[in-house]
């Protein structure tokens, strides 16, 4: 630490307020929940707003700064710009005078002070950093000039890291899109000397036909085993697949295992190496994701088990790059509630185009992993530029709360 800088506990300069707003019927309020908040830059997300508020929460003014106490391992806090309520699992303090409070927020999303939060936190589902603990956490404390200048450098450097990361998310973004246009093209038949094609009213090139998946594949499901019953649970070795794992291009192992008596008593069944998983229903982009299965393994109901069988074996790389083009187009067809579900009806009905000759169709794969596979490579620069440029920020605030060279 820089000499003439004192240290200080976090609570002497951030005063934590206890402010509660207790509603007596539903108001419209700003509210930040944990969900609202970035992780690591101090940002709100584009969902925060107002919203219903019947329950109680922490009332926090403009100026405040918002520390996520819950799974501190997340980053998560935000100097408000206006009032409004928030999560009780956010802990809030009011900058006193002696303290800028850009200054402080950046200390708090410093890659030490989240490591060590997150080192001290109780529970284990939902592990939670103590009031006690951030309060008694040593704060260095530079003069109030010195902290303003050491923020003015710090958000001349991020500016420029922003800048850069933004162009970066950018490029992913047109690489995205190109993807998507690859994959809509090759099932229109464009990518496959288009020129000789007719096209017909649906699009489709004229010799395609179009044929219901469950006319050239068995679709099945699979179930939960009850889970108290020990005996289809305990020492199983039975890999057991939920949906969650289809967000993968490939299914190479399984969180949870079965036992051998659950695959006979219950509605499991084993799944076979090359079987295509289409995930049913799963929370957020889960739903539609298509998966091949490399290993065997049973499934739970919210995946469809697609198994091809003779000359349809030679289909499945055409028809997983087909789901995965039509992800979006199969979440819509989806029906129910709160969470809406596809079914093995909508998979066994679904409509493959498939041209006339297996020369044209592996044609059609070739080249979308041909011109994906550059999409792959260039995304994976970016991804690691983007997180040398998260190390990078780290860095800075790490010099500069030792009072080293960034400022």
Known sequence: MREGWQTCKLGNVLLMKKDKHK?????SLFYIGLEHIEKGTGRLTETAGVEEINT????YKSGDILYGKLRPYLNKAHLATQDGVCSTDILVFEP???????????????RQFVNDMSENTSGVNLPRVSTKYVQNYRFPLPTLPEQKNIVAKIEELFSELDNGSANLQEARRKIDIYRQSVLKKAFEGELTNPCRYEIDMRKHPKGWKFIKMGNI????TGATPKRGHKAYWENGTVPWVTSGAVNNPYVTS????????????????????GSLLVAMYGEGKTRGKCSELKIEAATNQAIA??????EAVMLKSYLKWFFIM?????????????????????????SIPLPETLEEQTQIVQEIESRLSVCDKLIETIDTSLKQAEALRQSILKKAFEGGACC
Request: aromatic share 6%; charged share 20%; proline share 6%.
């Open 326 to 350: 039509n992800y979006e187009n199969i979440r819509l067809l989806s029906s129910g509630g709160v969470q809406p579900n596809l079914n093995l009806s909508i998979i066994k009905n679904t």
């Open 254 to 273: 399984a969180e949870e295992y079965i036992t051998n008596r659950a695959l006979q008593e219950t509605n499991c069944k084993i799944a076979l190496p």
């Open 305 to 310: 088990i697609i198994t091809l069988e003779n």
């Open 56 to 59: 109680v929460k922490n009332a």
């Open 217 to 220: 594949a068995k679709i099945g």
């Open 96 to 110: 006193s005078p002696k303290i800028d409070p850009k200054f402080a927020l950046n200390f708090i999303l410093s």
């Open 23 to 27: 509603p007596d019927r539903t108001e």
